[in-house]
C-alpha cells in the first residue's frame, strides 16, 4: 500500500519535471503544459495529505485549484491564439517587445 512518503515522491517528480519544463522550452504550449504539471503536483500534495490527516480541507482546496488550473489554461489559450495571430510564432524567445 502507498504511503505519504510515496505520494509526496511522486509530486517532487512531477513538479521537478514542471519546472524543467518552465525553464528549458521555448514553446509557450510546452509550458502552459509544464505549469499544469506544477499544479497537478500541488494538487497531489494536498490530496495525499488530507488523506493521511483525515480531513477534508485538502481536497477542498484541491477542487478549487481545479478550478483555478482550468480558468488558468482558457486564458492563456486565448492570449496564444492572440499573440500567433499577431506575430505568427509561439516561441518564448521571439515575443521579447510590449509592443509591434
Known amino acids: ?6 505520494f509526496l515522491i511522486l509530486s517532487f517528480i512531477l513538479f521537478l519535471i514542471g519546472v524543467a519544463g518552465v ?7 510546452i509550458v502552459l503544459m509544464s ?5 497537478n503536483s500541488v494538487n ?3 490530496a ?22 482550468a480558468a488558468e489554461v482558457a486564458i492563456g489559450l486565448a492570449i496564444l491564439v492572440a499573440v500567433y495571430r499577431r506575430r505568427q510564432t509561439v516561441y518564448v524567445d521571439e515575443l521579447n517587445e510590449m509592443r509591434g
Open 1 to 6: 500500500m502507498p504511503t505519504l512518503y510515496h
Open 23 to 29: 525553464l528549458l522550452r521555448r514553446n509557450i504550449i
Open 35 to 39: 505549469l499544469e504539471l506544477i499544479f
Open 44 to 46: 497531489i500534495s494536498f
Open 48 to 69: 495525499a495529505f488530507s488523506y493521511y490527516l483525515q480531513t477534508i480541507t485538502g481536497t477542498v482546496f484541491v477542487v478549487f485549484n481545479i478550478t483555478i488550473a
